[in-house]
Every structure is written in C-alpha cells, then in structure tokens.
C-alpha cells in the first residue's frame, strides 16, 4: 500500500547561518511577495509554500512532491524571480524535513530562534507571511493546519512564558532604559536631535507618558516640522541647540554627523555646567553625537549604545531563563501537530489497513457482543474499537518506520 507521495520541508538561511551580506542578495521585499509566493508555486514539484523574508531570515517553508529536490527548487525559484544564480549560495541554507520543520517555525514563532530572544515582530511578520501565500493560493492542507498551530504556539508562550515581557530590540530597549532614568523626573523637556526611524520610535514610546514636553531639531527644519506635528510638538534647526540643551531634562540625539555635535563648550554655553539639574543625555549615533568628557560635568549622565547594549544583556537574563518554559509548550503542540501530521502523511495506509481491521472486529466481536446486556454491548464495542485503533498504529508505525 502507497504512503502519500509528498514531504513537509523547510529550506532558510538566516542570522545563524549567515552574515548579513550573505543574506541581503537573497531577500524578497515586501512589496514583491506576493509575487514571488505566486512564482514558487507554480514550480514543478511543489504543492504549497509559504516565503518569510525578514531582515534575520529567508526561509522557505514548502510541501513537496517527494521526488522534488529542495535544492533544485530554489535555483529554479532566484532564477525565474530574480534572474538571480545562487548555486555558490546554496552551502549556507539549512535544510529541514517533517518534524524538524514543524519545530523550527514553531522556535521562530516563539522567538526563540530570533538574534533578541523573545522579540514579538516575528509574529506579525510570520502572519503577513501566510497571508501573502493565502491570497495567491500557495498554501494547503498542510500550510494551513502548520501555520495556523504555528500561531498558537506564539500566543502560548508570550501568555504563559516571560519570554516577550521585556524590551524586544535595541531601540525598544532604549525607550525602556530611558524610561528608568527619567521616571522620577516631573513633567520633564525631552529634546529630539535628528530625524530618522530611531528618534520616531523613541519619542513614540516616550509619547505615552503625557508628563513629558517634546522639542525636535534637525539640520533642516522642514523634516523636523514634519515629525513635530505628530507630537503637538515644537520644531528647531540645530542652530538653537545652546538655548535648547539650556531648556532640556532629557536629550536623546541620533544624527549622521561624522564629529560630535554636542560639545563640552556647548553645554556651558547653555548654563547645563555646574547646574542643579540633572539631566540625562541619549546618544544613539555612531559614530557618537556627544563629546565624550561632557560627562565630567556635574548632573549631567551619558548614555550611548554601550549601555543598551548592557541592558540588553540583562534582559536576555531574565528572558533566558523563560527559554525552558517555551520549549515545553512547544514540545506538546508540535505532538499534537505531528499526531495530526502522521495521519494525514499515512491516510492511504490507516484506510486500507482500517477496512481489513473493522472487518475482522467485526467478524470476531460480532456474535459475542449479540449475546450481552445493551450496557455489556456498549462497553466491548467501544473496548474493541480502542483495541482496533491501538493495532492500527502500531501497524502503520512498522510499516513506515524504515523511513528518515
């Protein structure tokens, strides 16, 4: 009797594999993937696919005809999508069949597989993933119930695990070590030098507390209007910044200036030297924004991306210790996935081998069963049945178990 003919594979490559050079050739961009999902299912040998193409990984998770090789897939994919060789590329992605796939999306999911344990954007990035390869009908059966458990797994472990209570990328963590620093501070001035993705995020997680006052400068003030507005902000050019360090609790600066902007000269100009307030200075930049001995004056603390670094450090501590928690989810929902797996994988084997057992309980237990009280009838029929189901597997188990 035949096995169904097609295998559960995922093919990737990504930030543990990889550098990011070897990665960034290799990217799908969002805006293309739907395109590229339609291109890969259309691929002699494939039956379902899903692309997840993110800035730390591009993986590949595919139902295969179990003649078709991965590896042949993939040339076949780059050339048609990209007009891309990548057969000098193919040593750097992994390979992964049946469970080791289910539980490799399942680790990516969970953020455990991610480079900051724990981080929640996989999430978002994994469902946008499926519902590009629903939308042009690349994903399946399998697809479905894999990702769909997949989902599941993610929500278990960031509601019953630590592992997404902390800050969850670099600039999240700042937001939050900035946070500490100024909690005790009243109604506090926060002053934004740059504009640009990091300094947007940062006054986004300070937006939420209504205490805080915002100032934006930038070397043009029309970019600094721009994201001003979205605060009820005010906007400045950097010529203003002496009386605006005079005016600042909290400075959080991030520019492309190759020489500090900040400078020790700077700060007494804006009476910061030698003042009673404290005042608390972000450098986000590389290279930095800050002169770095403005910290010998008085009141006045530096925090530059060392010390991000740092509270990074301590908490990937705490979220590390969440790690065996997230396993043992994963672990019972990849069995229930597998159970359900193995009986979709062996469907021609458990209903050919299922008619001959029915038939043959039925031909034994039969007579006997006709003799018994309705009570008595009840209970050997349904012992029967489990006892059926029971030789049932262990007969499929044999009969596949020479398979790797």
Same mark, same amino acid.
């Given at each position: 009797?035949?096995?169904?003919?097609?295998?559960?594979?995922?093919?990737?490559?990504?930030?543990?594999?990889?550098?990011?050079?070897?990665?960034?050739?290799?990217?799908?961009?969002?805006?293309?993937?739907?395109?590229?999902?339609?291109?890969?299912?259309?691929?002699?040998?494939?039956?379902?696919?899903?692309?997840?193409?993110?800035?730390?990984?591009?993986?590949?998770?595919?139902?295969?005809?179990?003649?078709?090789?991965?590896?042949?897939?993939?040339?076949?994919?780059?050339?048609?999508?990209?007009?891309?060789?990548?057969?000098?590329?193919?040593?750097?992605?992994?390979?992964?069949?049946?469970?080791?796939?289910?539980?490799?999306?399942?680790?990516?999911?969970?953020?455990?597989?991610?480079?900051?344990?724990?981080?929640?954007?996989?999430?978002?990035?994994?469902?946008?993933?499926?519902?590009?390869?629903?939308?042009?009908?690349?994903?399946?059966?399998?697809?479905?119930?894999?990702?769909?458990?997949?989902?599941?797994?993610?929500?278990?472990?960031?509601?019953?695990?630590?592992?997404?209570?902390? !800050?969850?990328?670099?600039?999240?963590?700042?937001?939050?070590?900035?946070?500490?620093?100024?909690?005790?501070?009243?109604?506090? !001035?926060?002053?934004?030098?740059?504009?640009?993705?990091?300094?947007?995020?940062?006054?986004?997680?300070?937006?939420?507390?209504?205490?805080?006052?915002?100032?934006?400068?930038?070397?043009?003030?029309?970019?600094?209007?721009?994201? !001003?507005?979205?605060?009820?902000?005010?906007?400045?050019?950097?010529?203003?910044?002496?009386?605006?360090?005079?005016?600042?609790?909290?400075?959080?600066?991030?520019?492309?200036?190759?020489?500090?902007?900040?400078?020790?000269?700077?700060?007494?100009?804006?009476?910061?030297?030698?003042?009673?307030?404290?005042?608390?200075?972000?450098?986000?930049?590389?290279?930095?924004?800050?002169?770095?001995? *403005?910290?010998?004056?008085?009141?006045?603390?530096?925090?530059?991306?060392?010390?991000?670094?740092?509270?990074?450090?301590?908490?990937?501590?705490?979220?590390?210790?969440?790690?065996?928690?997230?396993?043992?989810?994963?672990?019972?929902?990849?069995?229930?996935?597998?159970?359900?797996?193995?009986?979709?994988?062996?469907?021609?084997?458990?209903?050919?081998?299922?008619?001959?057992?029915?038939?043959?309980?039925?031909?034994?237990?039969?007579?006997? *069963?006709?003799?018994?009280?309705?009570?008595?009838?009840?209970?050997?029929?349904?012992?029967?049945?489990?006892?059926?189901?029971?030789?049932?597997?262990?007969?499929?188990?044999?009969?596949?178990?020479?398979?790797?």
């Amino acid at each position: 009797m035949a096995m169904a003919s097609w295998k559960l594979i995922v093919c990737g490559i990504s930030h543990k594999t990889s550098e990011l050079t070897d990665r960034e050739p290799l990217q799908v961009d969002r805006d293309s993937i739907a395109e590229a999902n339609a291109i890969l299912g259309k691929l002699p040998g494939v039956l379902e696919s899903v692309i997840v193409s993110t800035c730390n990984r591009v993986e590949f998770y595919l139902v295969l005809e179990k003649s078709a090789e991965p590896a042949d897939i993939l040339l076949s994919f780059y050339s048609q999508f990209k007009n891309q060789h990548i057969a000098d590329a193919l040593d750097k992605f992994y390979t992964m069949k049946r469970r080791e796939a289910a539980e490799h999306l399942f680790r990516v999911v969970a953020g455990v597989d991610s480079m900051i344990i724990g981080e929640n954007q996989i999430v978002g990035q994994l469902k946008d993933a499926y519902s590009s390869s629903c939308s042009v009908k690349s994903a399946g059966k399998i697809i479905h119930r894999l990702f769909h458990q997949a989902f599941r797994v993610g929500k278990a472990v960031r509601s019953d695990t630590e592992i997404g209570k902390g !800050a969850c990328s670099v600039s999240g963590t700042a937001v939050s070590l900035l946070k500490s620093k100024i909690a005790a501070n009243t109604n506090p !001035a926060v002053l934004f030098i740059g504009v640009n993705q990091m300094i947007a995020i940062a006054a986004a997680g300070l937006s939420g507390d209504d205490q805080c006052r915002f100032m934006f400068a930038n070397r043009t003030r029309e970019k600094a209007v721009a994201l !001003a507005e979205k605060f009820a902000a005010s906007a400045h050019t950097l010529d203003e910044l002496p009386e605006l360090l005079g005016r600042a609790d909290v400075v959080v600066t991030c520019t492309s200036s190759p020489v500090p902007i900040i400078t020790k000269e700077m700060m007494r100009a804006a009476g910061v030297a030698g003042s009673s307030r404290r005042r608390i200075v972000m450098d986000l930049a590389v290279p930095r924004d800050v002169e770095s001995d *403005i910290d010998e004056l008085t009141n006045i603390e530096i925090l530059d991306l060392e010390d991000i670094r740092r509270f990074v450090e301590q908490n990937q501590k705490q979220v590390l210790e969440s790690i065996p928690e997230a396993e043992a989810i994963i672990e019972r929902r990849l069995d229930e996935f597998m159970y359900w797996y193995s009986h979709v994988l062996h469907e021609p084997l458990y209903n050919g081998f299922g008619d001959t057992f029915e038939a043959i309980r039925h031909e034994e237990f039969g007579p006997v *069963i006709k003799k018994l009280s309705p009570e008595m009838q009840y209970a050997v029929d349904k012992a029967s049945r489990r006892l059926i189901n029971r030789l049932l597997a262990m007969k499929v188990r044999a009969e596949t178990e020479p398979e790797k």
